[in-house]
């Protein structure tokens, strides 16, 4: 069974940068399109980035330029790069295939930007 976990979190103050990394396999990110996930209070979860391979293949627009998913060398983790990171990107951030059927969640990276 395909397990992720992700990392990276923070409490940072707006302007600030922070690297989500997902661990999962280099199977399961070289195969499948996978994408990072923001839940934020009071919203419904958000596709907020998808690559598959090499391609980038979608990033929403209030993050475009900000944020980038990427993978590591070894395939084993898919990264997210946010910089100039704002109160509203505040959330916990979830990774796992762009659409389904999923993987078994993992327990999610809490983000806090303080204003």
């Known amino acids: 069974q395909v397990k992720l976990m992700e990392s990276g979190g923070g409490l940072v103050p707006a302007g600030g940068s922070l690297r989500l990394s997902c661990l999962a396999s280099?199977?399961?990110?070289?195969?499948?399109?996978m994408g990072w996930f923001r839940r934020s209070p009071g919203q419904e979860d958000e596709l907020i980035a998808t690559r598959s391979g090499n391609d980038v293949r979608y990033i929403k627009a209030s993050i475009k330029g900000r944020f980038t998913m990427g993978v590591t060398s070894d395939l084993t983790a898919v990264t997210l790069q946010m910089n100039d990171l704002k109160p509203e990107d505040s959330g916990m951030y979830f990774c796992?295939?762009?659409?389904?059927?999923?993987?078994?969640w993992g327990p999610g990276t809490q983000v806090t930007v303080s204003s």
């Open positions: 280099a199977d399961v990110v070289r195969m499948s399109t």
């Open positions: 796992n295939t762009a659409t389904s059927p999923h993987f078994h």
